[in-house]
């Protein structure tokens, strides 16, 4: 499972170099920032404290990013099929079916990327969460962590939400 995460990861990497080339971050943003941390492996038994990144997101000033329109319309399906999941009771099958579907919006979202500069690179910040908990999803061997990945994924669209305009 390691090895298809990590092909999966190399994956996205290669996706977002196809997106638009990487733009340094402007110190126009307003100090005001945003944690999002991504653990390595859900599992309590197997948390490393080093496994822990802290990435930070800014605003726009005192104003929230704007993103392109397919952006703004994969993210709210997302939100929408997150807000539509009962997780009680489902199995792993109805897990990786979800990571599948989660998966077509955010490949829409990729294919569809025409944005540039500071919005662009704090939309990967939080993109690139997303995509990592939606490969481990896909794969999930257990219902408590693909809960926790619902979970998690839900908290990851309420952080887009909270820096970048909704359409």
Known sequence: MKLKLSIAIISVLFVFAACNNSREQSDENKETTKHVSEHDNHSSSEHNEDSEKIIVMKLNGDEKWEANQATGIGMTKIRDILSAINTDGMTIE???????????????????????????????????????????????????DGKTYVNDLSKDIKTYFEYFKSV
Do not use: F, W
């Not at 490949?107 to 500069?117: R, V």
């Not at 690179?121 to 408590?144: A, F, G, R, Y």
């Open 94 to 144: 109805k897990y990786r079916e979800l990571g599948e579907e989660l998966s077509e919006q955010t490949d829409y979202i990729i294919n569809k990327c025409d944005m540039s500069g500071p919005a662009h690179d704090n939309l990967h910040i939080i993109l690139t969460e997303i995509l990592t908990k939606i490969s481990k999803l896909k794969e999930v061997d257990n219902p408590d």
